[in-house]
């Protein structure tokens, strides 16, 4: 049997991994009480890859507060568990501007403490990063030994979580980078189009950020896929995105076309846009080596927006 928390249940990600384990992979254990807050499941066939039993334990920031260091080890003591999925992050680009130290102890020091647990406890530690570790002036898709060079307090905060995760090297874990993360749970920009695009006739969209969406969904089923399949004894990064490359604008557009919405999207420059934080002009991720090692296939960002839609009910 193996126990598997998930960190950040209640964010995009964290929320995916449940939702794939009440509908498609997992069936609940009826051992547990439903109103726990830490649900249990075990695998009932279906995924080919989920070969074995699976508890997941799902744990919202009241049960582990990662802002809370001082606290987390004691929320360990006398658990087990085989692998941790850590969803936490600080994601308030520009207000993390502002709020550097709060940022820096989710982003950076709490990511160490997880990944002394995991070392100390053989857990293996599944970390979630971003595509704002590079500073975005690439001419061709990042792969993950390319120069990190972040430009916000939010992109250096993240690359110094994945260097003390690298630096405590716990066994047989790894880090995602992913970019342009969205879901039919939280606030994201595909939520904000969505409701914008039904109050304004005209929108300015920034069309020279270039990358690609990355569907929560998706990314959460990757993880589940590769969870029996990570053996390494130095923490390896790795890169995860939909397929495909567009920008901002591109993406706005698509979102109106599907959800027919009747608003006119118009292209502007980052700079008609001014953010404290300066996001990556180029982010696009190099997905070879997960697809490789893993024998991952990655969906179209389009298949991807056409799926969170319909969940949406706004697919038209």
């Known amino acids: 049997m193996f126990n598997v928390l998930v960190t950040g249940a209640n ?6 991994i449940k939702h794939l384990m009440d509908n498609s992979f997992f069936k609940m254990d009826p051992l547990v009480k439903p109103e ?8 009932e066939g279906g995924n080919p890859a989920m070969h074995h039993n699976y508890h997941f334990h799902f744990a919202t920031r009241n049960d582990l507060d990662l802002s809370n260091l001082c606290k987390m080890e004691d929320f360990f003591e006398g658990k087990k568990f085989d692998v941790i999925i850590n969803c936490v992050a600080y994601t308030a680009v520009d207000r993390a501007e502002d709020e550097v130290e709060l940022a820096d102890t989710i982003n950076h020091k709490a990511v160490e403490v ?10 293996k530690l599944i970390h979630i990063s971003t595509d704002y570790v590079f500073d975005g002036t690439n001419y ?16 250096k905060t993240k690359l110094d ?9 716990p066994p047989n874990s790894i880090i995602i980078r992913t970019s342009w993360v969205y ?14 695009g039904k109050e304004k006739a005209n929108l300015g969209v920034i069309f020279d950020q ?3 969406p990355t569907y929560a969904k998706d990314l959460a089923k990757t993880i589940l896929d590769i969870i029996p399949q990570i053996q ?6 790795y890169n995860y995105s939909n397929e495909g490359v567009i920008s901002w604008y591109d993406f706005a557009k698509e979102i109106m076309k599907m959800a027919k919405l009747n608003c006119q999207i118009n292209p502007i420059e980052t700079k008609e846009y001014p953010t404290p934080a300066k996001r990556p002009h180029y982010s696009v991720l190099n997905k070879a080596k997960i697809k490789n090692t893993f024998n991952v296939e990655i969906p179209y960002w389009k298949d991807g927006l056409d799926d969170c839609l319909k969940r949406l009910g706004e697919r038209k």
């Not at 997880?114 to 857990?123: E, G, V």
């Open 11 to 16: 964010g995009q990600l964290g929320s995916e």
């Open 36 to 43: 726990d807050d830490k649900v249990c499941y075990s695998s």
């Open 114 to 123: 997880l990944a002394s647990i995991a070392k100390t406890n053989h857990i």
């Open 140 to 155: 061709k898709p990042y792969i993950e030994d390319d120069i990190t060079n972040p430009q916000s307090v939010y992109g």
């Open 161 to 169: 979580g994945e260097n003390a995760m690298l630096a405590v090297n």
């Open 183 to 196: 879901s039919s749970f939280g606030s994201n920009f595909v939520k904000t189009m969505l409701r914008l």
């Open 210 to 212: 270039v990358g690609t």
């Open 232 to 237: 390494n004894e130095k923490v390896e990064i």
